[in-house]
């Protein structure tokens, strides 16, 4: 603005001294010359006006007075009667000079309240972008929640309906197969049955596990404990896919709000998945952090990060919706069971994962005892 002002002021001064000098070098008797240099003087006035606001109009009007005052005094000899409508027009310059001024300032300050609208309805935009974006989560949530209470119901049917049907079905196949030798094609049939009831029994458990509400006994969860006894369970596994196992913990044992049965069934679901990503062997390395969020509460931070085949970009959004797996054999709770159970819990869980190059699962959990 300061520029276009170093420019804009000289470039006035540059129209009134042009206009003036016309004035006073044109011989009197081309009046209608005169008449013509007269109006000129509205240029700079307007322009000041329009540039500067009111105080720019008068004060480039005051000028033009001053300037072509003189003109008028002492060449056409100063009579009031004959130069009656020179005088007038010094007065239309200062009125001209002063209404266009009053009126472009206004505009500019009108302009600038438009502004100061249009960046509060932007920001206002903005906000509700935001807020439409979480209620697009929330809803995605919502869905969700109303998949697992769908589930819930499932299970309670299946449960009562199947799970016995199945042991039944199952120890009949023992049986049977007792009467065949191994080699015999009706013995490898029987083995197809009997394993293919223990995963529609595993699916079954899978169903009671997403379906059973969290207990609501929290107590004071040590969290190395947890962690120690999941490593394990999953050792022999591990061992048999030479698979190093690391667990990284500061000297003190943190301890978090929760169920620690709970806690480790989440833990365990997330070890095997980790495990069964890493074909060819890897490392499984599981740390904890306590780190204070906003000043207020400790939150314990777990990580379980492998160096396997990593989840693609398509599959990781999709990861944890129910039935959704990327395994022949899996039954595609096990992520959403584990959320659950976290949620549950008051934490979080993140997953981040690179398509090659493995992946790490970071649970967030409010630390300290009951």
Not at 36 to 59: C, E, K, S, T, V
Not at 194 to 200: A, D, G, P, Y
Request: with cysteine; proline share 4%; glycine share 8%.
């Amino acid at each position: 603005m300061k520029t276009f002002d170093t420019i804009r002021i000289p470039l006035l001064a540059l129209f009134i001294t042009v206009i003036s000098l016309l004035h006073y070098l044109t011989p009197l008797y081309l009046h209608y010359l005169h008449d013509i240099f007269q109006r000129l003087y509205y240029l700079p006035i307007i322009l000041a006006a329009i540039w500067f606001g009111l105080r720019g109009g008068l004060l480039c009007s005051l000028v033009v007075s001053i300037v072509y005052a003189p003109h008028i005094l002492f060449q056409w000899g100063g009579d009031m009667t004959l130069e009656l409508e020179k005088y007038l027009e010094i007065v239309l310059y200062n009125i001209v000079g002063g209404v266009t001024g009053l009126l472009a300032q206004r505009e500019r300050e009108r302009s600038a309240q438009l502004q100061k609208t249009a960046e509060g309805l932007e920001l206002s935009y903005k906000v509700l972008q935001d807020q439409s974006e979480q209620l697009i989560a929330i809803e995605k949530n919502l869905r969700s929640a109303e998949k697992l209470s769908t589930l819930g119901e499932m299970a309670a049917v299946l449960a009562h309906e199947i799970r016995n049907p199945l042991g039944s079905i199952r120890g009949t196949a023992e049986i049977l197969r007792d009467d065949y030798r191994p080699g015999d094609p009706k013995y490898e049939f029987i083995n197809i049955q009997i394993r293919e009831t223990e995963r529609l029994n595993r699916v079954v458990e899978e169903f009671l596990r997403m379906a059973r509400p969290l207990p609501t006994e929290i107590a004071s969860c040590p969290v190395r404990e947890e962690l120690e006894t999941v490593l394990l369970l999953v050792a022999n596994d591990a061992r048999e896919r030479k698979i190093s196992l690391l667990l990284e913990q500061p000297d003190v044992n943190v301890v978090v709000k929760g169920n620690g049965e709970k806690l480790r069934q989440a833990f365990l679901n997330i070890a095997i998945n980790s495990l069964q990503a890493m074909q060819d062997g890897g490392s499984l390395k599981i740390s904890t952090s306590v780190c204070r969020e906003d000043g207020t509460a400790d939150i314990c931070e777990i990580r379980f990060s492998d160096n396997g085949e990593g989840i693609d970009s398509e599959s990781l959004v999709k990861i944890f919706e129910p039935f959704y797996t990327t395994k022949p054999n899996g039954t595609g709770l096990g992520l959403a069971i584990t959320r659950k159970i976290v949620e549950g819990h008051g934490g979080t869980l993140q997953v981040n994962s690179v398509s090659g190059e493995g992946t790490t699962v970071l649970i967030r959990l409010l630390a300290g005892g009951v």
